[in-house]
């Protein structure tokens, strides 16, 4: 497709379990972020990939949080012993530029934690 | 700490009437502010930025003004279409791309 996917677009976990969110970005481009938003609050940046870089983590709330991206492309955020508090609507986002205004988002992915 | 705010949670326009988007910001260091769009089960998209070497930026119906003693931008929107109904984040870029985002304002555009 041409823009950015998440998937699952909804999920639903009983709390201490494990999820993982899928990011698809567009293709070539090389920045993927994560960010969060939850009930009533703006959008969270959690983490930022750039190339062959390491990861900027410092957005990451706790250690259950952890995400990957692999071959330059698709990435997975994996929360851990999920907790109530981490129900929210995640969204990535990928750019190809260095101007902040080219991150392009994916539609969500829309966690919600029992 | 939430150093991008915007205090209006919501707001109710009349078609055709001008729509004023209000947000304030904590950390002088903030030298570039953007402004998204966001329809319901969509990302956000870009709609407008500004530098802090200027005041102002228009694009079309949009215009993006910045008041750097204040610590505040507005987005002005005329005339308001129905199509702008949606919620609108002001965000902060204090260095790299990580974008520092306010909490929202939903958008009534009112036939």
């Known amino acids: 497709g041409a823009g950015v996917s998440q998937s699952p677009s909804n999920k639903v976990t009983e709390k201490g379990k494990d999820v993982e969110l899928r990011c698809d970005p567009i293709s070539g481009h090389t920045a993927l972020y994560w960010y969060r938003q939850s009930l009533g609050q703006g959008l969270e940046f959690l983490i930022y990939?750039?190339?062959?870089?390491?990861?900027?983590k410092s957005g990451l709330p706790s250690d259950r949080f952890s995400a990957e991206r692999t071959g330059g492309s698709v990435s997975t955020l994996t929360i851990q012993r999920t907790q109530q508090e981490d129900s929210a609507v995640y969204l990535c986002?990928?750019?190809?530029?260095?101007?902040?205004?080219?991150?392009?988002f994916g539609p969500g992915t829309r966690l919600l934690v029992l | 700490d939430q150093q991008v705010k915007q205090n209006s949670p919501s707001l109710s326009v009349q078609e055709g009437r001008i729509s004023i988007l209000n947000c304030d910001y904590t950390n002088s260091m903030f030298d570039y502010f953007l402004w998204y769009k966001k329809y319901p089960a969509e990302g956000p998209t870009f709609l407008i930025s500004?530098?802090?070497?200027?005041d102002k930026n228009e694009d079309g119906r949009f215009t993006v003004f910045l008041n750097k003693s204040a610590k505040h931008l507005s987005l002005h929107i005329v005339p308001s279409q129905p199509g702008d109904s949606a919620v609108y984040f002001c965000a902060a870029v204090p260095g790299a791309q990580k974008l520092v985002f306010g909490q929202g304002t939903r958008l009534t555009i009112n036939p």
């Open positions: 986002a990928s750019s190809l530029g260095i101007l902040a205004e080219t991150q392009y």
């Open positions: 990939f750039q190339g062959n870089s390491a990861p900027d």
């Open positions: 500004i530098s802090s070497i200027k």
